[in-house]
């Protein structure tokens, strides 16, 4: 007899058994190592059949585990997440049984050169959009399919029909009544198939414009809420002797009668499974089921029984334990039971893995699709990315360029394969053909001094030695052309996660060491220069983003005319005698820096080395500008309400949204007025600071101060109030399965990634905490890109407690509501401090007003999800729902990826509406010298920080006396991007070997950059304002914050 008990094992560093010693269990082999070596002996040839019914040989020693022959499969087939994967056979009693991965291959298969190994499916996890890689889809899609085949998957017509539509549609792509119809006759997805054809027909007429990749998604999607998904009968008999099939899954044990589920025992309520000879015992936990302590089963023999108590210890095990479970001593006499023990990495610990490898795309067939797909391999240990793009140099055009003369040999894929098939190469004109005489080569090192020339010249941006968290978001510009991104955690292949697309690396890195020295030589040293710089910087920023709304989103809502005409005029005449303002300011700030830096033929520099004088008189003619400055608010409020009486113009807004030129949510850019406001007032403050009270500047310093003080005073209400409501109409864009968020009283607090715990173990999930209720929410890879709701929460009446002890789960408290309770469990100590906090204060506010502000979310009708106040669990949807279900995701338009929320998601942190506040008033702009870990040139960028990430751009018009400031330059928009949540930000150590100075070091992880700013002060600047992005804040600061603001 052998029993196991299902405990919970915390997991004391996720991921660390990781880097430890490899595991004698399931493959924890990375596909960037090589496959362990075959021990010594007679190499026997082993056919294994793959998903897609091709057959493969392995040469093995039969003395080699079956661990060694299922991570030489993985290996061959690049595949990353192996665990779900597993190997079958026949064996002499014509039975299909597992291979054990630990034991020999001869003490399992009798003749082994007869055995056809089948390489399947084992684990089939609760979410599909835990599956983080496409090929990991696309081999589970495979399966389904052959499950259908097989009958082992029934369901009802409708749903068989839909899920044949995305297999064929992923085979033949768009439909084409002749096509499919001959394909439908000479493929067989499902028996009976031919009463069907007519439903699959009309149903792939829907799935136009479909990627293999994206159907295969849907069919995931369709698949796991069917009652058989993944299910596997083990025949089985009661103890009244009537027949019944138990079968294993992710949430417990399944009792059928046929295909009909009558019973289950969730995970939570089983104490221990155990088997004697061939009875199968469940017992109960006493406080679960006080009526029935155990249930009996009887199966046909000991060996059926045996297999399906090792295949439930697998499952508990992956699915509900953070790590593997520690084998147990071998006993010194006796043997009691068996001493089976599940082996290798855990459903946790695998998506620990996956989220921090960084990954290449390496293309892989698919055998029936007429399109190639693009998926990744694991470089190295990176941030929190779960998918990496790459791209690499295309074709020359005759506006560029020569391309890099020297790309680095670690970029991994040399090139890439676009939607028309055709091939474009990276070419390095270093690398002459030997046939080609010595003139080619004297010509291609002139070509390639050039180019270089070219690229010192441009400070131009290439592709990163890391695979990192860094967002592309162009495509032009000298020594970056034809950029094909490829990233393939989502199936829509467009735009994606910042966390998930490349770097500009340092393939071109300029290096400008003696250049900036002699720079830095001829600028003045004083502290007020470098003052006065920031306000030109920040103004030069400003200037742009005033000028997305005049410019862009005025061309962007004129083309269709869908801008009501009061709004238009209410937009743009209050806009545009601002820009038209602050052109004139920046002009006149730059004018006295080319003064101050001795740029001029000015003779006497004394009378130009302030900067108070400029801000006084242009601040005071700004004071006429308040008028303006009040109604943003009702701005704000009328354009959403013009958005949501409107379809036609919420499509135009969100498609401006995708522009690359709108590189932050589009409300964002209304508010920039009244944020500069506080720019101005802090810098000032920093002026004043600097300057004793008898300095010439100091008192046209301090009277400029005191203008932009009483203009903050005035609007700093409406500044509050607009900063709220902004963050609601964001949420609720980003969000489905809501209508109601944006109501008159509720206040957003703050919002981040926690682990929710369910029947079906942690659960990623996003929770957002409002004055009133509390949402938690997941994120499908659909091609919107959003959240969807899971339940809502009313916080009056709520206590917390905090709960590790009763769950062995870390940093875990318990929520208890009037009508549920959750467990949830934070990713640190200090974010669950932070969400305690949060959470209490919120309490306290509901319970101040009686719950009267508390009103619960109603689901949106495009939504087509009836929920409850509570959860609703996917089991409890039925088949006939998921038609519904899916086109609510699939009319959904494309969403940006790069938000706050996505970060927070994929960093697994939390973000208050402090910390939002607090970031508003540090912003900063500026040139720095960036260098990569192991790279040995500095590259100059101008680079915006703002909304907690760092923006770069290949450079920003150098001012000059008679150079006047162009909107609609080249770098009207970032090149690329670097959420800056969970980065630590410090000086670099002695192992850095960086032995400049103004150095400071951003990390995360396996991520390493380096910069270098001008001057102690930018330096000293740049490391509070990222400080501020990365160290989050917490109530008290906010408290203080609105009580100290003495505008």
């Given at each position: 007899?052998?029993?196991v008990?299902?405990?919970?094992?915390?997991l004391?560093?996720?991921?660390?058994?990781?880097?430890?010693?490899?595991?004698?269990?399931i493959?924890?082999?990375?596909p960037?190592q090589?496959?362990?070596?075959?021990?010594?002996?007679?190499l026997?040839?082993?056919?294994?059949?793959?998903?897609?019914?091709?057959?493969e040989v392995?040469?093995?020693?039969l003395?080699?585990?079956?661990?060694l022959?299922l991570?030489?499969?993985?290996?061959?087939?690049?595949?990353?997440?192996?665990?779900?994967?597993?190997?079958?056979?026949l064996?002499?009693?014509?039975?299909?049984?597992?291979?054990?991965?630990l034991?020999?291959?001869?003490?399992?298969?009798?003749?082994?050169?007869h055995v056809?190994?089948?390489?399947?499916?084992?684990?089939?996890?609760?979410?599909?959009?835990?599956?983080?890689?496409?090929?990991?889809?696309?081999?589970?899609?495979?399966q389904i399919?052959?499950?259908?085949?097989?009958?082992?998957m029934s369901?009802?017509d409708?749903?068989?029909a839909?899920?044949?539509?995305?297999?064929?549609q992923?085979?033949?792509?768009?439909?084409?009544e002749?096509?499919?119809?001959?394909?439908?006759?000479?493929?067989?997805?499902i028996?009976?198939?031919?009463a069907?054809?007519?439903?699959?027909?009309e149903?792939?007429?829907?799935?136009?414009?479909?990627?293999?990749?994206?159907?295969?998604?849907?069919?995931l999607?369709?698949a796991?809420?069917?009652?058989m998904?993944?299910?596997?009968?083990?025949?089985?008999?009661?103890?009244e002797?009537t027949?019944?099939?138990?079968?294993?899954?992710?949430?417990?044990?399944?009792?059928?009668?046929?295909?009909?589920?009558?019973?289950?025992?969730?995970?939570?309520?089983?104490?221990?499974?155990s088997?004697?000879?061939?009875?199968?015992?469940?017992?109960?936990?006493?406080?679960?089921?006080s009526?029935?302590?155990?249930?009996?089963?009887?199966?046909a023999?000991?060996d059926?029984?045996?297999?399906?108590?090792?295949?439930?210890?697998?499952y508990?095990a992956?699915?509900?334990?953070?790590?593997?479970?520690k084998?147990?001593?071998k006993?010194?006499?006796?043997?009691?039971g068996?001493?089976?023990?599940?082996?290798?990495?855990?459903?946790?610990q695998?998506?620990?893995?996956?989220?921090?490898?960084?990954y290449?795309k390496?293309?892989?067939?698919?055998?029936?699709?007429?399109?190639?797909?693009?998926?990744?391999?694991?470089?190295?240990?990176?941030?929190?990315?779960?998918q990496?793009?790459?791209?690499?140099f295309?074709a020359?055009?005759?506006?560029?360029?020569?391309?890099?003369?020297?790309?680095?040999?670690d970029?991994?894929?040399s090139?890439?394969t676009d939607?028309d098939?055709?091939?474009?190469?990276?070419?390095?004109?270093?690398?002459?053909?030997?046939?080609e005489?010595?003139?080619?080569t004297?010509?291609?090192k002139?070509?390639?001094?050039?180019?270089?020339?070219?690229?010192?010249?441009?400070?131009?941006?290439?592709?990163?030695?890391?695979?990192?968290?860094?967002?592309?978001?162009?495509?032009?510009?000298?020594?970056?052309?034809?950029?094909?991104?490829?990233?393939?955690?989502?199936?829509?292949?467009?735009?994606?996660?910042?966390?998930?697309t490349?770097?500009l690396?340092?393939?071109?890195?300029?290096?400008t060491d003696?250049?900036?020295?002699?720079?830095r030589?001829r600028?003045p040293?004083?502290?007020?220069y470098?003052i006065?710089?920031?306000v030109?910087t920040?103004?030069?920023?400003?200037?742009?983003d005033?000028?997305v709304?005049t410019?862009?989103?005025?061309?962007?809502?004129?083309?269709?005319?869908?801008?009501?005409?009061?709004?238009?005029?209410?937009?743009?005449?209050?806009?545009?005698?601002?820009?038209?303002?602050h052109?004139?300011?920046?002009?006149?700030?730059?004018?006295?820096l080319?003064?101050?830096?001795?740029?001029?033929?000015?003779?006497?520099?004394?009378?130009?080395?302030?900067?108070?004088?400029?801000?006084?008189k242009?601040?005071?003619?700004?004071?006429?500008?308040t008028?303006?400055?009040?109604?943003?608010?009702?701005?704000?409020?009328?354009?959403?309400?013009?958005?949501?009486?409107?379809?036609?113009?919420?499509?135009?807004?969100?498609?401006?949204?995708?522009?690359?030129?709108c590189?932050?949510?589009?409300n964002?850019?209304?508010?920039?007025p009244?944020h500069?406001?506080?720019?101005?007032?802090?810098?000032?403050?920093?002026?004043?600071k600097?300057?004793?009270?008898?300095h010439?500047?100091?008192?046209?310093?301090?009277?400029a101060?005191?203008?932009?003080?009483?203009?903050?005073?005035?609007?700093?209400?409406?500044?509050?109030?607009?900063?709220?409501?902004q963050?609601?109409v964001?949420?609720?864009?980003?969000?489905?399965?809501?209508?109601?968020?944006?109501?008159?009283?509720?206040?957003?607090?703050?919002?981040?990634?926690?682990?929710?715990l369910?029947?079906?173990g942690?659960?990623?999930?996003?929770?957002?905490?409002?004055?009133?209720?509390?949402?938690?929410?997941?994120?499908?890879?659909?091609?919107?890109?959003?959240?969807?709701?899971?339940?809502?929460?009313?916080l009056?009446?709520?206590?917390?407690e905090?709960?590790?002890?009763?769950?062995?789960?870390?940093?875990?408290?318990t929520?208890?509501a009037?009508?549920?309770?959750?467990?949830v469990?934070?990713?640190?100590?200090?974010?669950?401090?932070?969400?305690?906090?949060?959470l209490?204060?919120?309490?306290?506010?509901?319970?101040?007003c009686?719950g009267?502000?508390?009103?619960?979310m109603?689901?949106?009708?495009?939504?087509?999800?009836?929920?409850?106040s509570?959860?609703?669990?996917?089991?409890?949807?039925?088949?006939?729902d998921?038609?519904?279900?899916r086109?609510?995701?699939?009319?959904?338009?494309?969403?940006?990826?790069?938000?706050?929320?996505?970060?927070?998601?994929?960093?697994?942190?939390?973000?208050?509406m402090?910390?939002?506040?607090?970031?508003?008033?540090n912003?900063?702009?500026?040139?720095?010298?960036r260098?990569?870990?192991?790279?040995?040139?500095?590259?100059?960028?101008?680079?915006?920080?703002?909304?907690?990430?760092?923006?770069?751009?290949?450079?920003?018009?150098v001012?000059?006396?008679?150079?006047?400031?162009?909107?609609?330059?080249?770098?009207?928009?970032?090149?690329a991007?670097?959420?800056?949540?969970?980065?630590?930000v410090?000086?670099?150590a002695e192992?850095?070997?960086?032995?400049k100075?103004?150095?400071?070091?951003?990390?995360?992880?396996?991520?390493?950059y380096?910069?270098?700013?001008?001057?102690?002060?930018?330096?000293?600047?740049?490391m509070?304002v990222?400080?501020?992005?990365?160290s989050s804040?917490?109530?008290?600061?906010?408290?203080?914050?609105?009580?100290?603001?003495?505008?």
């Amino acid at each position: 007899m052998a029993d196991v008990e299902l405990t919970h094992h915390s997991l004391q560093t996720p991921g660390a058994r990781l880097g430890g010693q490899d595991s004698t269990g399931i493959s924890t082999l990375e596909p960037s190592q090589k496959p362990p070596s075959s021990p010594s002996g007679k190499l026997v040839p082993i056919k294994v059949q793959l998903l897609d019914d091709t057959q493969e040989v392995y040469e093995i020693s039969l003395k080699a585990s079956g661990k060694l022959l299922l991570d030489m499969i993985c290996h061959n087939l690049n595949l990353v997440e192996s665990d779900y994967f597993a190997l079958e056979f026949l064996d002499h009693r014509k039975v299909m049984v597992w291979l054990d991965l630990l034991k020999p291959i001869m003490k399992q298969v009798r003749r082994p050169r007869h055995v056809v190994m089948r390489f399947v499916v084992k684990f089939f996890p609760p979410d599909h959009a835990q599956l983080q890689e496409e090929l990991t889809r696309y081999l589970f899609a495979l399966q389904i399919k052959q499950d259908l085949a097989s009958g082992r998957m029934s369901c009802n017509d409708t749903s068989a029909a839909l899920l044949v539509s995305h297999i064929v549609q992923s085979e033949i792509g768009d439909y084409d009544e002749a096509v499919i119809r001959e394909h439908l006759e000479k493929n067989k997805y499902i028996p009976q198939q031919e009463a069907l054809e007519d439903k699959i027909t009309e149903f792939h007429r829907r799935h136009v414009g479909h990627t293999p990749a994206a159907s295969d998604y849907q069919l995931l999607e369709i698949a796991r809420r069917l009652e058989m998904y993944g299910i596997r009968q083990h025949r089985a008999k009661d103890r009244e002797g009537t027949k019944i099939n138990l079968s294993v899954s992710h949430t417990g044990i399944i009792v059928f009668q046929g295909n009909n589920k009558i019973n289950s025992f969730n995970w939570a309520k089983v104490r221990k499974l155990s088997f004697k000879r061939k009875r199968f015992l469940i017992k109960f936990r006493p406080e679960m089921n006080s009526c029935q302590d155990t249930l009996e089963f009887s199966m046909a023999s000991r060996d059926s029984c045996k297999a399906f108590w090792k295949i439930c210890v697998e499952y508990h095990a992956f699915f509900r334990l953070f790590e593997e479970p520690k084998p147990k001593p071998k006993p010194i006499l006796f043997s009691r039971g068996s001493s089976f023990r599940f082996s290798g990495r855990t459903q946790k610990q695998l998506l620990d893995y996956v989220k921090e490898g960084g990954y290449k795309k390496i293309q892989f067939e698919r055998k029936h699709s007429k399109m190639r797909s693009i998926r990744s391999l694991p470089e190295h240990q990176s941030l929190v990315p779960k998918q990496s793009g790459i791209f690499t140099f295309g074709a020359q055009s005759a506006s560029t360029g020569p391309p890099s003369p020297s790309p680095r040999k670690d970029l991994g894929v040399s090139r890439t394969t676009d939607e028309d098939g055709i091939e474009h190469k990276s070419r390095s004109p270093a690398r002459s053909p030997k046939r080609e005489g010595q003139e080619e080569t004297v010509r291609d090192k002139a070509h390639q001094a050039k180019a270089q020339r070219e690229h010192q010249n441009a400070g131009s941006l290439a592709c990163s030695p890391h695979v990192s968290e860094l967002s592309l978001n162009s495509q032009s510009g000298p020594g970056v052309q034809n950029l094909s991104l490829s990233p393939s955690l989502s199936p829509d292949g467009k735009q994606h996660s910042p966390l998930m697309t490349p770097l500009l690396t340092d393939a071109a890195c300029v290096k400008t060491d003696d250049e900036e020295e002699m720079r830095r030589k001829r600028f003045p040293a004083d502290k007020a220069y470098f003052i006065a710089k920031e306000v030109s910087t920040t103004e030069r920023t400003y200037l742009k983003d005033l000028e997305v709304i005049t410019a862009s989103f005025q061309s962007a809502v004129a083309k269709d005319d869908v801008l009501p005409e009061p709004l238009k005029s209410l937009v743009f005449s209050n806009f545009g005698p601002l820009y038209k303002f602050h052109t004139g300011f920046l002009k006149e700030i730059e004018q006295r820096l080319a003064l101050w830096e001795g740029r001029s033929n000015a003779h006497i520099k004394g009378d130009y080395q302030r900067i108070g004088d400029v801000m006084l008189k242009n601040l005071r003619s700004m004071k006429q500008l308040t008028v303006h400055l009040q109604k943003h608010n009702e701005i704000l409020m009328e354009l959403e309400k013009a958005i949501r009486n409107s379809r036609k113009l919420e499509a135009v807004c969100r498609d401006f949204e995708q522009q690359k030129v709108c590189y932050l949510p589009l409300n964002i850019f209304f508010l920039r007025p009244l944020h500069r406001l506080m720019h101005y007032k802090q810098i000032l403050e920093r002026l004043c600071k600097h300057y004793p009270p008898t300095h010439v500047d100091f008192r046209d310093s301090r009277a400029a101060l005191a203008e932009v003080a009483e203009m903050a005073a005035q609007l700093h209400g409406t500044m509050i109030k607009m900063e709220n409501f902004q963050k609601l109409v964001e949420l609720k864009r980003d969000l489905i399965g809501i209508d109601n968020l944006v109501i008159p009283g509720r206040e957003f607090i703050r919002q981040g990634c926690v682990s929710k715990l369910s029947a079906k173990g942690l659960q990623q999930r996003m929770f957002f905490l409002f004055n009133d209720i509390l949402l938690y929410t997941s994120r499908g890879l659909t091609v919107s890109n959003q959240f969807k709701v899971h339940g809502q929460i009313p916080l009056y009446g709520m206590t917390i407690e905090e709960s590790e002890d009763e769950w062995s789960v870390p940093h875990c408290f318990t929520l208890n509501a009037q009508r549920q309770s959750i467990v949830v469990a934070a990713s640190a100590r200090v974010e669950m401090d932070k969400w305690i906090e949060d959470l209490q204060m919120a309490i306290d506010l509901s319970q101040q007003c009686n719950g009267s502000a508390s009103e619960l979310m109603t689901p949106s009708p495009s939504d087509g999800l009836n929920k409850s106040s509570d959860e609703t669990s996917v089991e409890q949807e039925s088949e006939d729902d998921l038609s519904a279900s899916r086109t609510s995701l699939e009319r959904q338009s494309p969403h940006r990826g790069n938000t706050t929320m996505h970060v927070c998601w994929h960093r697994n942190t939390s973000v208050s509406m402090v910390d939002y506040s607090i970031a508003v008033e540090n912003q900063l702009s500026g040139n720095l010298l960036r260098k990569f870990k192991n790279s040995n040139g500095w590259q100059k960028l101008w680079v915006v920080f703002t909304n907690f990430c760092l923006f770069f751009y290949k450079s920003h018009q150098v001012s000059d006396v008679s150079c006047k400031y162009t909107p609609g330059s080249k770098d009207n928009h970032p090149l690329a991007s670097l959420p800056l949540l969970g980065y630590s930000v410090t000086i670099p150590a002695e192992s850095d070997n960086i032995h400049k100075d103004y150095v400071f070091k951003l990390q995360f992880k396996s991520h390493v950059y380096f910069f270098r700013a001008e001057s102690e002060y930018t330096f000293e600047r740049w490391m509070e304002v990222i400080r501020s992005a990365t160290s989050s804040a917490t109530r008290t600061r906010l408290l203080s914050r609105k009580e100290s603001h003495a505008y």
